[in-house]
């Protein structure tokens, strides 16, 4: 018989429209691969969504990007419903999200991490919590979003009070120059090293999800000892976290050492995105990719 896939996509977190471009794209690729597929745009209410479920699929294919969607919180509901899905379960999901408490569990691991100081708003609007260059994020927030880096010399407050909507706590790390690399792991195997270059600041929303954004080179040009260590420090975090399926680890490299900046458990999952890119780099092309997910999908309870 054919297997029954809900795509769960959209929910309501900042992340929402790029939630949207990646549940259509794995929705289509899985009707391509030979699945029965459902969309469904999550909202808040709790009890449409049940129904919605009824009857009951083998499968959820979780495509929700951030909060509810990617920090335990749907996990829970499907642990409770004992419905398969894809990606990190309830406890991998929740830590991950938690940029301070994954940042403690992979530096007790021996995985080296920036300095960090979890501090009020108003105590980054006094100034002085770190010396510049610093960054700003929200604590449990997904594809950059709320991130912004104050150089030295700079006057301007990284955000007004009334502008920061993300909670009263905020992540203030030390600013790592360098190169930004990402490693995505499958099941029990890292894939492939990519480097991202931008001519942004950072590697920020825009610089992810605007075309012409960012340029991907995979496999990234590095020394091949650092390219193995990048390979062996996404497994590790991977692991760290208790995450499975698909992660993708997030890194800067100095020149010297490589640090993690985090494990995101849900990744962009467009057919240009970074997990997809590295799968293909391997000859692994998108429909399998999404139907290894499915195939891999467990539940919790």
Known sequence: MTKQVAVFMGGWSAERDVSLVSGAACAEALKRAGYSVTAIDVQRDVGSLLGRLYPKPDVVFNALHGRFGEDGCIQGLLDILNIPYTHSGLTASALAMDKPLAKRLFKDAGIRVAEDKVATRDEVLAGGVMKPPYVVKPANEGSSVGIHIVHEGENALPF???????????????????????????????????????????????????????????????????????????????????????????????????????????????TTSLVPEQARHLGISFEDLVSWMVENAECDA
Not at 209 to 231: F, N, W
Not at 238 to 266: K, M, P, W
Request: glycine share 8%.
């Open 160 to 270: 007004a009070h009334e502008s920061w909507p993300y909670g009263e706590t905020v992540m203030v790390e030390r600013f790592i120059p360098g190169r930004e690399l990402t490693v995505a792991v499958m099941g029990d195997k890292p894939l492939a090293v990519t480097e991202i270059m931008t001519e942004r600041d950072f590697y920020d929303f825009d610089a992810k999800y605007v075309t012409g954004g960012s340029r991907h080179q995979v496999p990234a040009d590095i020394e091949q000892s650092v390219y193995d260590e990048a390979m062996r420090l996404a497994k590790k975090a991977h692991d760290t976290l208790g995450c499975r399926g698909v992660s993708r680890a997030d890194f800067r490299y100095d020149g010297e050492e490589i640090y993690i900046l985090e494990v995101n458990t849900q990744p962009g999952m467009t």
